[in-house]
């Protein structure tokens, strides 16, 4: 089946550093969403991107997607305390009834 | 956020009881997804319902039983909890399964067995 790897699964970052997580997935995806959890709540939604090689920036928060659409990342630049949580990517597959596969997810401490 | 509830919120059990916890949702959305979320694993789809009474499983659906009757909500049901099934529960739901839909997650609920 669909495999969506991500990395790291922990990541600690002086305050005004940046941050990348990276998401591998063993399939050809038609799209990749990426949703924040913060410590205590539930995901929430991010972004979406569904064009090869596609960029778009939210922000601070600039999400990738690879020429292949196999693989994504999102980077933080200049991480504030706010930017404190865990990042998943969500990957959706080709065929089908198109399933979304989250990976493990990347937790994000922000040391001030 | 979306008008998705839980509940209950928070529940502590016992081995071998059954246990259905309850998603309901304001929006009228017509996909529905009952996830657990563990450390080291994420988020891990359980069952997920495209419509009234339209159901199918996800990939760690073993142990677990869904029923949806009304589209607002969606229930998910351990008919005999085991200390595995010990996790927090998510609720999602989308306007559709086509690609470009987002998921809105509820808030959560907590499920303790012992």
């Known amino acids: 089946g669909q495999q969506v790897m991500q990395i790291p699964q922990y990541q600690h970052v002086q305050e005004g550093e940046d941050f990348t997580t990276y998401c591998n997935s063993s399939?050809?995806?038609?799209?990749i969403q990426w949703y924040k959890q913060r410590p205590g709540g539930h995901p929430v939604f991010l972004i979406q991107?569904?064009?090869?090689?596609e960029v778009k920036k939210q922000k601070r928060l600039t999400f990738q997607f690879g020429e292949a659409k196999k693989n994504s990342s999102l980077h933080i630049t200049a991480t504030q305390t706010t930017d404190v949580g865990t990042y998943f990517c969500a990957g959706r597959n080709s065929g089908g009834y198109q399933k979304v596969t989250f990976g493990i997810g990347t937790k994000l401490q922000v040391i001030p | 956020d979306a008008g998705i509830t839980q509940s209950p919120r928070h529940k502590v059990t016992e081995t071998g009881t059954p246990v259905t916890l309850r998603c309901h949702q304001t929006?009228?959305?017509?996909?529905m997804y009952w996830y657990r979320q563990d450390p080291g694993h994420g988020l891990r789809l359980i069952h997920y319902?495209?419509?009234?009474?339209?159901?199918d499983k996800g990939e760690v659906s073993d142990g677990y039983s869904v029923s949806r009757s009304k589209t607002e909500d969606f229930l998910l049901t351990l008919e005999s909890a085991t200390s595995s099934q010990t996790s927090v529960y998510f609720c999602a739901i989308s306007e559709s399964g086509q690609q470009y839909n987002e998921q809105f997650f509820g808030p959560g609920t907590r499920l303790t067995v012992l």
């Open positions: 319902s495209y419509g009234v009474k339209d159901t």
């Open positions: 929006e009228n959305h017509r996909y």
């Open positions: 399939t050809t995806l038609s799209n």
């Open positions: 991107l569904v064009k090869s090689g």
